[in-house]
């Protein structure tokens, strides 16, 4: 059962990662939270197929929500398929979940999906972010830091 956690060509386990959510907010806090899945959804994740990166959470109703999640379907499933972009669940604890919701009413911050791996017990996990969404100049100034770093290290390279 070592290799069970193995996604198709990763050892880490990673399936998806949202890159875009380090340059849209300022994360201030992360969170990892269990998704409750079907079967055919665990096989694509296991074939490495998702995309977060336009996904966002949100709690409705007293429950903490994972919305517009692509999972693609899986080919094996045929007629037990799942919907590729439906809403999943996702588990934390109570107290977690009431202090994401305070900061969601109270303080205007945004929950965040980061990345969707496995764990080394091979079962789906998803960080979550607590963040706040950057104006335009900190998103300038990031894109500044980045291109000074990626020039400094061919600077560095090249003597």
Known sequence: MAGRSQIRGRSDGLVAEN???????????????????????VKSLRNGKANIAEAYASIEEGELWLINADIPTYEGANRFNHEPRRKRKLLVSRREKNRLSQAVERA?????????????????????????????????????????QRQKARLLKDS
């Open 19 to 41: 890159r875009r959510s380090r340059f849209d907010y300022t994360v201030e806090d992360t969170l990892e939270a269990g998704l409750v899945l079907v079967g055919s959804e």
């Open 108 to 148: 205007g911050r945004t929950i965040v999906p980061l990345k969707l791996y496995f764990n080394d017990r091979g079962i789906a996990k998803l960080l979550i972010g607590l963040a706040v969404g950057k104006k335009k100049h900190d998103k300038r100034e990031t894109q500044a830091k980045r291109d000074w």
